[in-house]
């Protein structure tokens, strides 16, 4: 009689293996949590540049062609816009405003390049030097201004008195139709100065030294090598900060309004911005006011619009 034969164990199946994180899920992770805090970022300034910027270009766009009387809104058309084309202020405002974008681009544009490259001659003391430079542009602008309507003064400010050292009779700076504007252009270029000097201060750092010497070795002077090596070299900064310039001064306001309480000798120092404050602040004018400012948002963008344009066609 054969033995009996025990049963075969029944074999138990393995238990599921568990899921082994990849690395690239850990690498996903981290992906997501950085786009998300960027997209916060991002969406954050759109939030601010959308508020405090875009809205307001929107709603001065629509108010120029409306009219407000007695709390009452309604549609004005294009007579916020011929009314401000028939105030006689509004073209003796852009003749000012030109005048004083003329004076600052012979100064404000051209000082703070040949202030730069004076900086990049020196060898030592160049930290202390564009700390000295920038200066007036970490003071308070309002402070800034008081200090030359102080140097401006006719009976005991500081210019008059360097001009009575040499003899020179006194001036009436901010009193005179001649001087008036002059002296609004002087104190806007020392007061922005620095930043300009900075910026064209990087470019030249830029240049190789190998250009110069070349140039030295032809026999170019300062001025040669100014002409041929540093303004070509540094062209594209140049035209962008003629840009700026442009636009920057086309808005003046803060200067000829502390100075000059904005309208000056027989209102020689009215600037298109500052006639854009009494249109609002002054005569109520709200719809006015959106107006001129319309156009001369209009006039900067055609500008900067045909001078890139200009700009892109040289360069090709």
Known sequence: MSAPTLPAKTQQAAPPAKHQPSPSDGSLARTVKRNISAHGFLIGAVLCFSFFSWYPMVREFILAFQKTKDGRTTWAGWSNLTYVFNDPAFWQAWRNTLLFTALALVLGFAVPFLVAVLLNEFRHGQGYLRMLVYLPVMLPPVASVLLFKYFYDPGYGLFNRVLGIFGIPEQQW?????????????????????????????????I???LYEAAELDGAGLWRKIWHVTIPQTRLI????FLMQIIATMQVFTEPFLLTNGAGPE????????????????????????ALGLVLLVLLAAFSAVYVRLSRSSDD
């Open 267 to 290: 209102g020689s120092t009215t600037t298109v911005v500052y006639l854009i404050y009494q249109y609002a602040f002054n005569f109520n004018n709200y719809g006015g006011a959106a």
């Open 238 to 241: 140049l035209s962008l900060m």
């Open 174 to 206: 901010l009193q005179s139709t001649d001087t008036a504007m002059l002296s609004v252009v002087i104190a806007a270029t020392w007061m922005n100065m620095g930043g300009a000097t900075l910026i064209y201060l990087a470019s030249l750092q830029g």
């Open 208 to 210: 190789p030294g190998e």
